[in-house]
């Protein structure tokens, strides 16, 4: 049987695995609100002046805007999160993302105050960017740190569906405010989902402040484990495990906002559908992958988590084709059928097991820091600029969804060339890593204070 991130178990287990996912849902409702927002409507309220497909390339750039972030965020939190506390810094991810996401809905637009409306858009979104930087690495190294023998995989994926449970939460109250009529959409009732978020936050912080360190967190604190400059020390010694980290993303990265965001802007501009025909396939296939990601991650406990992902991405690379086919079918069931067999088998193979195996690629010390630059790195491009490249190639190819198979195809065996050459590590034990690497402090001291 793999070993356990920990010996932990019963309430404390529970309350780390409860609030890491309630509150990785909370900050992914507030970071993809803005997706779909930057799909329907950031176009016509912030850049009215230019034309549609301009306008729409500057929405989904101010989209990119909060991926440029991302990675300082992850730096920032990593260092604190390895160097003074996982559950302080999560706290200051939440109130911050909390924060900005109010004040986006609360922003005048481009009619009442010109420019300095997209300026302050951009602006928030850089402050959303930061906050989910450093809210990811936090939030699935609690749940995994506190996990029971065995079960790192499936605690992980927990955190996980708060990505999909954000984007089910946050498309849902779109596709109610949505339904109406477009003048009242336009003028108020797109800001009713970011406004939201501040009750949301309240409630997150209240779960927050119950937790506790993990055990092999606070183990090597006391025997001198912490490492004095997290980030420059995974850096310099763990550069493989970055690169390793990095190219894995390629397969949900930027796929995944191929699936749910850019999805928006190509039924409704390219294929001339009704918008709800999109929010409503998103959300059904956001709710199956809910449900999928914990088993992906449970199976990766039993069969290692190379299997996992290299089956998933080979599926996403597979069906790429067969998406875009039934996507461009117009059909609305097929559309959402093709959402959802995506999501489910392709998405759901390789974020399941992701967490897991990040916590169990660096060690205790380095940890928050290791997870956070390998995952926010791949961020930047993978994510942010994804719906700008994809609209792009679209444009380039006349409208042809080849080039988007490609693009999807081409990502997802990035991911499973890099996972073939990874290590397999479910059946590492982080205390014993923990342990090792207060050792190795130990014997640094040592060696700095004996005369040689």
Known sequence: MPSGASTASGAPARRALSSS?????????????????????????????VSSAAGIMAAFATFAAGFLARPVGGFVAGHYGDKVSRKATLVVTLTVMGAATTLIGLLPTHDRIGLWAPTLLVLLRLVQGFAVGGEWGGAVLMAVEHAPSGRRGLYGAW???????????????????????????????????????????????YIRFRISEPESIVQAAESGGRSRRPLVDVVRKHPKEVLIAVGARFAEGGNYYIFTVFILTYLSEQLDLSRQVGLTGVMIAAAVDIAVIPLWGALSDRVGRRPVFIGGALFMAAFAGPFFLMVDTRSPVLICLALVVMMALGHGAVFGPLAAFYAELFPARVRYSGVSVGYQAGSVVLGGFTPMLATSVVLWSGGASWSLMVLVAAGALIAAATMAVAPETFRRSLDAEAGAAARDGAVSRAAVTTPH
Not at 178 to 188: G, I, K, M, N
């Open 159 to 205: 955190p996980q569906t708060g990505v999909s449970a954000g984007l089910l939460l946050g498309t849902g109250v779109f596709s109610a405010v949505s339904l109406l009529p477009d003048e009242q959409f336009l003028a108020w009732g797109w800001r009713l989902p970011f406004l939201a978020s501040a009750l949301l936050a309240g409630v997150g912080l």
């Open 21 to 49: 996912t309630i509150g990785s849902v909370i900050e992914w409702y507030d970071f993809t609100i803005y997706g779909t927002a930057a799909a329907l409507v950031i176009n016509r309220l912030f850049f009215p002046q």
